[in-house]
């Protein structure tokens, strides 16, 4: 197995080996967060992806979709590609990335994810699907999953004393990035946009160069503490509490383990939970209130809703500092239980308030899933492997990915086709998930620590 | 394992570099936070 210190490189690209991104006495842990915002920030736009979907049909015909053009169904594939490989890549390459370090991880992610743009406008110049296909789903999908995964680990280390919030920090950045990215999409289009033109491959050229000169900003700043660092004043539990391990696990051996396949289950479900709502929440807000909530006001629910995926996810997380990630999913699944259950009834009694507030909320539990998940591994396996573990993880999220909207939409399907009316074809959904939420529960309940056998030998830990 | 602390450096340089880049990443952070909560009134009126 090659060791960090193999991993450097000569020539030009030295400066990316990790032995070249130690930090110096005197630098601040505070610079690391932002690093990571700069990623997250940027591969955050992957949600925002829909807002190409119908000028992308229109790049013939212009002002109406021609025979030639792409249709929906064809371009949905595009984001779909896109999550496929930003599971795969996170969790073919976590433990590259632990060896080499979070430097020229985040520079490979900024020319995959950057160039995927590049490579998709000249797809959308050619007018070849298959291109952008190749583009922004396959080389933007892995340059996602490299991002994603890249500063989980050095930001655990940077705060042994609060590494949930500080893992919330980035991932909420994921949470923001579509809240740039679609208001920025749309008003370059308006600017590249002419008679005979709708403007999107100038929009992905920009795009493209601006994510890859954004994130090499977080490469060039972020740094790995030095070998036993730890922050000032700060000093370890002498009693090590019961699901907090000072222990490490090899990330083959984890997946040898019941607990990376509860904490799969836990993922899992808590984001099928979430993502088939949050994919038809704007549908979903007018069907249950006709009359109430127009399509623009739906439209401002949805980014309500990504605002409170976005705190969600540094709230929560940094939640679970102080009581525990055990305890902080137990509330995820236990409220979010509750809150689905009450969402049919806020549509019976027609309470928009109680029902943008329930949604506020269960939303906001979604996106502290995903951030809360890199400290629960940290706590279950150690923090030697939890780079490549967490891109192993995030195998759940393809799959719930699947799941969650697949559910919603054919329930729906289902109940409508039964003569059920559209303001109540979501009740039944809103019970499923519910349950879902339930055995969720119980697999978090199921959590204990990783028998001794699964832990590595202290010399294998400084490899 | 060794507890080999370092203390953060607090001296303006620092302070500067930090500023910097948290306004590199808070600037487009809260435009988007802002359009969204432009969209968002909507959903009140």
Known sequence: MATAAQADSGGIFHWLDRS??????????????PAALCVHLCIGQVYAFSVFNLPMTRLIGITESAPDDWKLTELGWIFSIAIVFLGLAAALTGTWL????????????????????????????????????????????????????????TLITWFPDRPGMATGMAIMGFGGGAMIASPLSVWLMQQFATPTHVGVMETFIVLGLVYICFMMVGAVIVRVPPKGWAPEGYVAPAQPKKLVTTEHVHVDQALKTPQFYLLWGVLCLNVTAGIGV???????????????????????????????????????????????????????????????????????????????????????????????IPAYLKDIFGTRYVGAI??????????????????????????I??????????????????????????????????????????????? | MTEAKHHEDASGANKVKLILAWTFVGIPLLWGVYNTLAKAVLLFK
């Open chain 1, 20 to 33: 070249h991104t130690v930090a110096k006495p005197g630098f601040s842990r505070w610079l690391v967060p």
């Open chain 1, 390 to 415: 967490h891109g192993r993880l995030l195998t759940a999220w393809s799959a719930a990915g699947v799941f969650g909207p697949v559910l919603v939409n054919y329930i729906r399907e289902y109940q």
């Open chain 1, 417 to 463: 086709d039964h003569g059920v009316a559209k303001a109540d074809a979501y009740s039944v959904t809103m019970y499923i998930m519910a349950g879902l939420l339930l055995v969720g529960f119980v697999l978090n309940w199921l959590m204990h620590p990783v028998g001794e056998h699964h832990h590595m030998n202290p010399e294998d830990v400084d490899a």
């Open chain 1, 278 to 372: 949050l994919g038809q929440a704007s549908a979903m807000s007018q069907e249950m209130f006709p009359g109430q909530i127009s399509a623009a006001a739906a439209a401002g629910f949805v980014g309500l809703l990504s605002l409170f995926n976005m705190v969600g996810r540094f709230f929560w997380a940094s939640t679970s500092d102080y009581i525990g990630r055990r305890n902080t999913y137990m509330i995820f699944f236990a409220l979010g239980m509750v809150l689905y259950a009450i969402v049919p009834w806020t549509g019976n009694i027609g309470s928009v308030a109680l029902f943008v507030a329930c949604y506020a909320v269960i939303i906001s539990m979604y996106g502290g899933g995903f951030a809360t």
């Open chain 1, 98 to 153: 632990d060896r080499v370090g979070p430097r020229k991880a985040m520079f490979t992610a900024a020319l995959c994810f950057g160039g995927g743009f590049l490579i998709s406008a000249l797809g959308v110049h050619l007018h070849q699907l298959w291109i952008v296909y190749l583009g922004y789903g396959v080389l933007g999908g892995c340059g996602l999953g490299l991002g994603y995964i890249s500063p989980v680990k």
